[in-house]
């Protein structure tokens, strides 16, 4: 990763094959227009995809009803609780 290469971390491993793979890229021709551009930002060195497990992903705790212990986990990992 270069300094000037956005990280973008995601738990969804499909999506950063995909995202990552050219391969795959000509079997995927029914996704959406938005996920090829991110392709193309992946292949040009612009975004990097890193894989985060789905317990450490803090965009959960603003997207999704959670169970307490997710919630009492992710608001420990961002540094809003001691507990």
């Not at 009492?72 to 809003?80: C, H, M």
């Amino acid at each position: 990763m270069t300094s000037n290469t956005l990280l973008v971390y995601c738990d969804n491993m499909s999506s950063i094959n995909i995202s990552e793979n050219p391969i795959q890229h000509s079997r995927t021709k029914h996704i959406d227009i938005r996920h090829h551009f991110i392709h193309e930002l992946v292949e040009n060195k612009i975004v990097e995809i890193s894989h985060v497990s789905s317990e450490k992903q803090l965009a959960d705790i603003f997207i999704k009803p959670l169970d307490l212990n997710s919630f009492l986990n992710l608001i420990k990992f961002i540094g809003l609780s001691e507990y």
